[in-house]
């Protein structure tokens, strides 16, 4: 196929080598047509002539562009009550035992769909007390961060929720709005969003958390950066019932020393780590 933009395959690694510097993403051999296409869009709005050409551009480019390039590499796929499983599992086994506020970390949070799910697990369980539910929810795009922050979906993102649910959280779009939903005050104000590349050194995070959700994350990094990663989460766990859950192609047997799985894709900080 005829090709919009120059794209060769040392354009490829060269891509592959920024995304791993910078995110964390390995990109590996399988995703050259759709970092192409991803590109091709940013390559399209600068009027350059080829991936090449804008890969030099970034070299010369400030803070801003890189930003936008980490934007198109990532995924974001995501729903409410996605692996719902985990849901149930933080309902029965953390917050029975959480003091309060609960304090949970969505990393990858993506358009916000997974700590509003959380939000609304908490709030059925512990009753609708904003102040004693507290979520951090983190991901490196910015432009996702944005949506996740206001709130608004898509009505059909929120089908198959149940009504009273539906009720209880959302508001319905009018006018303008018709076909959206958008969070109640009550959903938003227990989260704080805010950008966090997981591959930096510094988290500038405090405290500990209950549970720390990182589903669907991990899979883009190689197991060395997942097992740095897993190290920097064991002391943000509370002890001994904080529970970490992953995505459920996600296992971190290369890790047993400091994570040990409790059955669907859950796991708790290993005994001799904690
Ligand atoms: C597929 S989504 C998962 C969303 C949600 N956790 C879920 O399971 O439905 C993966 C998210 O990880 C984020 N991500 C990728 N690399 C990251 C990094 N180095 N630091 C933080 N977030 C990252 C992406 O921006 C994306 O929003």
Redesign the pocket.
Known sequence: MEREFGFTQADYDRVSMHAYRI???HLGDSRKEMVYSRLSREVRRLRLPSVAAYLQYLDQAGQHEWTRFVNVL??????FF?EAHHFSILSEKVLPHAARPVRIW?????SG??PYSVAISCYEYLGDDATAVNILA????TT?LQQAEAGEFERERVQGMSPERLRRYFLNGSGAFEGRVKVKTLLRQCISFRM????QPVWNIEGQFDAI?C???MI?FDKDTQYQILRRFVPLLKQPHGLLFA?HSEAFFHAKDLFTPIGATTYRVTESAA
């Open positions: 995110a964390g993403i990532t995924t974001n796929l995501t729903s996605r969505s990393c990858g949070c993506a769909e997974e983190t991901d490196i795009n996702i966090l590349n997981l591959v959700f589903r669907n994350v883009y995505g």
